[in-house]
């Protein structure tokens, strides 16, 4: 039919199709449609690993403010443990319990003097000199760099000089930019040594011409907390005016026992780690609520609230919240009359240390996180008006890119620590403040950073590392609400099948945990499919990638309580260890089981654990049967318990309990 015709099986080209083929217009046509194919084919490639790392960082975030809302229930737990927990020796009951820090100045200054200590001949670190001057900074940053740990009496000496400049700081703290360029603010650091040292190599060390804002969250998590605020409570000593530091929700004793700074000091300043916890405690209690850049940039760790006054703020003791999770309660002066809590001023401090932005007007509890609250870009609005603001930059939320605009550019958050989910999970940022931003003409200059912990690799394999971290870390939180969550598919599968659809997986899933999650989108990595049919899963394959060796093997409902308490587990069981060495003695453990004994009141949270403890210890045990008990729990026989008995026992005696 005109092009073709064959002769002999062959086939022959017309001339017209050979003018076709080697026309240059059409095959640059071929090219382009090639060219736009491979280009939609990346898009959708690039629109894809964007999704799964957005689904990644909402897991993350999702699971960290999950556990900080935990944290403000598990306060009354710890508190009670420590409340017959005293013992010398025991960090944790000598730095948390806040009345027994001490009421009078003199206490204090007696009770983590560092001239009772004396510098071994063995030290071979750096030795300060106070008052301490510029000179002695570039050693001190090189001794941590190395990961060094600073003499405990040098760290009290800089602890102590640093608390006595705190306390004639204002709760809210005016920073004047005067003949200066800018004024840089950094996000939370959280103990990560590199970032910081990093900020320090692109921006320039502190100094009288370089003014830094450091925006709390200074410790916790990162395994460099102490020294992270050491150098920069020295960078303060020699730079008061130009080092500014507010206070971040983990500067508060509550925090510390709970994400790593207390245990941080225990290891590291062992006999002397109970003074400086205690000294620490109270330096935090006198930093800065929030600070304000030439009268025009509100800077403050968390954010506000429609109760939020500067006034309020102005008045009220700081020092006396030596936790803001833990405010001081009614208690009856001298003279006999009863002092009342002040309410007002503790929120003033709860919402700027805990508050979050939202995107929809309104101020409204912050029920994500357990504190604080949530602002709408109205709120913050009419805060800064009343107070005649152009800007709040607020840190307080990890960040993909370390920075995030809000609320019509008028809320700047701002995050210095990267890599703080998991390695390339996040950038770190600082920002610069110059006349014109104080002015409104501009916004801040934005740097980006991010410290490389490894080989470089394609985007594709860092988006498939973190959501591996991520997804296990749900899978963990999933398999702790095992007995909940097969209840409520249950309700979806009344033929006792086995199989629910994957709308009801996803509703179930959202429904026990509380967390808004993209389920849809994840739900093929969690949950199996049924065979044949896509619309339907096996809702008993949630929590079939989970186990957890032990001897003998752990029964499904002791792995699920092992799950949901393994972190306070821990706690308790570095709580009991006294002597820091990673064992619990039996004789550690037979003075624990004691004062265990001696508790009779009910706690909100961990109720089951701690009544399961309870039945285990009774009052009226005698040491001989709690003789034997530590006995059968240190099932190797080698005379003291190890972190993985302890759980198994814990799992033994719940089991028995149920």
């Known amino acids: 039919m005109g092009c073709l015709c064959s002769k002999g099986g062959q086939h022959r080209v017309s001339k017209t199709d050979k003018r076709k083929k080697n026309d240059p217009l059409l095959e640059k046509d071929a090219q382009i449609r090639a060219a736009v194919f491979i280009q939609k084919w990346f898009r959708k490639y690039q629109a894809r690993l964007e999704a799964r790392r957005r689904a990644t960082w909402q897991v993350f975030q999702s699971l960290e403010y999950k556990n900080e809302k935990d944290q403000m229930s598990l306060y009354n737990f710890f508190n009670d443990l420590l409340l017959h927990g005293q013992g010398e020796g025991n960090v944790l009951i000598e730095s948390i319990r806040s009345e027994d820090h001490p009421k009078q100045e003199d206490d204090l200054c007696t009770a983590t003097d560092p001239e009772d200590i004396t510098v071994e001949p063995s030290y071979d670190g750096i030795t300060l000199v106070f008052p301490l001057d510029a000179g002695q900074l570039p050693p001190l940053v090189e001794t941590f760099r190395k990961k060094q740990v600073l003499h405990a009496k040098y760290a009290l000496q800089i602890l102590h000089e640093a608390r006595k400049l705190f306390k004639g700081m204002a709760s809210w703290h005016q920073v004047p930019l005067g003949n200066l360029p800018f004024v840089t603010v950094c996000g939370d650091i959280h103990g990560q040594m590199d970032d910081l040292l990093l900020i320090f190599y692109k921006n320039g060390f502190p100094d009288r011409q370089n003014p830094y804002i450091f925006n709390g969250d200074l410790v916790d998590r990162g395994e460099q907390s102490i020294e992270v605020a050491l150098l920069l409570f020295a960078y303060f000593l020699v730079y008061p005016k130009s080092v500014i530091i507010n206070r971040g929700n ?55 609230s429609n109760k939020t006054n500067l006034a309020e703020i102005d008045k009220l003791d700081r020092h006396q919240y030596l936790s803001v999770l833990n405010p001081p309660q009614d208690e009856t002066l001298p003279d006999g009359h009863p002092k009342k809590i002040n309410f007002v001023e503790w929120r003033q401090i709860l919402d700027m240390l805990w508050s979050d932005p939202k995107m929809h007007n309104g101020c409204e509890p912050n029920t994500f996180r357990g504190g604080g609250c949530y602002f709408g870009p109205d709120i913050c609005n009419m805060v800064l008006k009343k107070h005649r ?166 029964a499904s409902s002791e792995l699920e309580a092992l799950y949901k308490h393994r972190t306070t587990l821990t706690q308790i069981f570095n709580t009991i260890d006294k002597d820091r060495s990673g064992f619990i003695s039996r004789e550690e453990f037979i003075e624990a089981c004691k004062k265990c004994g001696m508790y009779d009141r009910d706690v909100e949270c961990m109720t089951e654990m701690w009544n399961v403890l309870r039945k285990a210890t009774r009052s009226d045990m005698s040491d001989k049967q709690i003789k034997i008990m530590a006995k059968h729990i240190d099932i190797n026989g080698d005379g003291q318990i190890d972190i993985n008995e302890f759980l198994e026992a814990y799992s033994l005696v719940a089991r028995k309990d149920s």
């Not at 990890?398 to 809320?411: A, L, S, V």
């Not at 870390?473 to 702790?480: D, Q």
């Not at 249950?490 to 996803?506: F, L, M, V």
Request: with cysteine; glycine share 6%; aromatic share 10%.
């Open 250 to 304: 983990h500067e508060d004793q509550v925090m510390n026992m709970r994400y790593g700074f207390v245990k941080e000091a225990m290891l590291k300043y062992q006999q002397h780690s109970a003074k400086m916890v205690k000294l620490f405690s109270d330096v935090f209690s006198w930093l800065p609520i929030c600070s304000v850049i030439d009268k025009k940039i509100l800077v403050c760790h968390g954010g506000i």
């Open 389 to 554: 603001f152009k800007m709040l930059i607020r840190s307080h939320e990890c960040k993909p890119e370390g920075y995030e605009y809000c609320h019509n550019n008028q809320c700047l958050t701002i995050f210095s620590a990267s890599n703080y989910y998991e390695e390339d999970s996040n950038k770190g940022a600082f920002i610069k403040i110059s006349k014109d931003v104080t002015r409104g003409n501009s916004l801040p200059e934005v740097f980006q950073f991010q410290v490389k912990l490894g080989q470089s690799t394609t985007m594709s394999s860092k988006v498939n590392k973190t959501e591996h971290a991520a997804l296990a870390s749900l899978r963990e939180k999933l398999y702790s609400l095992k007995g909940e969550l097969t209840s409520e598919f249950r309700k979806h599968d009344p033929a006792s099948s086995g199989n629910i659809t994957a709308s009801a997986w996803c509703d179930s899933v959202k429904s026990v945990t509380g967390l808004d999650l993209p389920w849809r989108t994840m739900r093929d990595k969690l949950v199996k499919s049924v065979p044949g049919d896509t619309n339907k899963v096996n809702y008993n394959s949630t929590f079939a990638s989970l186990t957890l060796e032990s001897k003998g093997g752990t």
